[in-house]
């Protein structure tokens, strides 16, 4: 089991969230748990934060999956942010310990409001 890929983000809702996808290998009918945190600093030393959960039946190989992380307590802006997690493979009735994923930096940006342009 791995997580790897994970994408810069962009803004939904002038920060009040923020997409991205990332990329998971798993066992066939493995259970699949990922945490992800989404941090950034907006202004004066305040942190904008927010969360994402997601489990699933892994069908097997690897899958591209969308995340979306809603703020908690105040809204993304553009610029840099750090992405930390959590993913954890359970087969049947044993879990493993699960792995922390390192610290990785990603750029979040407004969606180009007119792709056609």
């Known amino acids: 089991m791995e997580i790897y890929d994970i994408s810069d983000a962009t803004r939904i809702a002038e920060g009040a969230a923020v997409q991205g996808t990332y990329t998971v290998t798993c066992t066939a ?33 690897e899958v591209e999956l ?24 359970c087969e049947t009735e044993f ?8 610290l990785q930096v990603i750029q979040i940006s407004d969606e180009d409001p007119d792709p056609a342009a």
Do not use: H
Not at 66 to 89: C, K, L, R, T
Not at 95 to 102: A, E, M, Y
């Open 95 to 102: 879990c493993g310990t699960g792995t922390n994923l390192p």
């Open 66 to 89: 969308d995340y979306q992380a809603v703020a908690f307590n105040m809204a993304f802006d553009e610029g840099p942010a750090v992405i930390s997690g959590f993913i954890q493979e």
């Open 29 to 61: 009918g493995s259970n699949v748990f990922v945490s992800l945190n989404v941090t950034q600093r907006v202004s004066e030393g305040r942190i904008a934060n927010g969360s994402y959960f997601k489990q699933w039946v892994c069908e097997g190989g």
